[in-house]
């Protein structure tokens, strides 16, 4: 017999730390793993890193960069809507953007295209079907008839120091 009683408890705790780590990823300048467990223990929770690593992804938190703690964790929607969530204007990252058919490559400086990505998904274009982050760079997979001017009107929206490079 299946017991629910221990899978509602378990649930329950799950439910509970997803909430203590999007308070304190909210909160918080929160740099590592390491830095996040200690933190959740002084709340009485105990989490290993494979167990964040599944929370970050349930949640959508990811690592952008910040002016005086190197990489912060933030929650990904934050990200999108409030966009450098206190860091300088990620605009600045974006060195260059070029397209070849329905690809779009934009570079960044090193660390910043991850968060620029989330910022563009965030946008909900329907010229802008994915975009793939890497350290330094983006690749944005554009529907087959999407116009160039109306991508780059998507991404001069997003980051309006833009208007002066493009």
């Given amino acids: 017999m299946y017991r629910t009683d221990i899978l509602y408890a378990t649930m329950d705790k799950k439910n509970e730390r997803l909430s203590l780590i999007r308070k304190i990823v909210s909160e918080e300048l929160i740099g590592s793993q390491e830095e996040l467990i200690k ?4 709340f009485g929770v105990r989490a290993m890193q494979s ?4 929370d970050f992804k349930e ?3 990811s690592k952008t960069p910040h002016p005086t703690r190197g990489y912060i964790y933030v929650l990904s929607e934050a990200l999108a809507v409030h966009g450098d969530m206190g860091t300088s204007n990620l605009g600045e990252a974006i060195i260059d953007v ?3 058919g329905n690809i779009g ?3 960044t400086k090193s660390g910043y295209a991850s968060a620029i990505s989330v910022i ?11 975009t793939v982050a890497g350290d330094n760079a983006i690749i944005m997979v554009l529907r087959e008839d999407a116009e160039r001017e109306d991508v780059l009107g998507v991404l001069k929206d997003a980051f309006p120091i833009l208007k002066a490079l493009l």
């Fill in 39 to 42: 933190r959740l223990a002084t």
């Fill in 51 to 54: 167990t964040l690593s599944r």
């Fill in 59 to 61: 949640l959508n938190i």
């Fill in 98 to 100: 070029k397209f070849s």
């Fill in 105 to 107: 490559v934009i570079t």
């Fill in 120 to 130: 563009i998904d965030g946008r909900k274009s329907a010229d802008i079907m994915a």
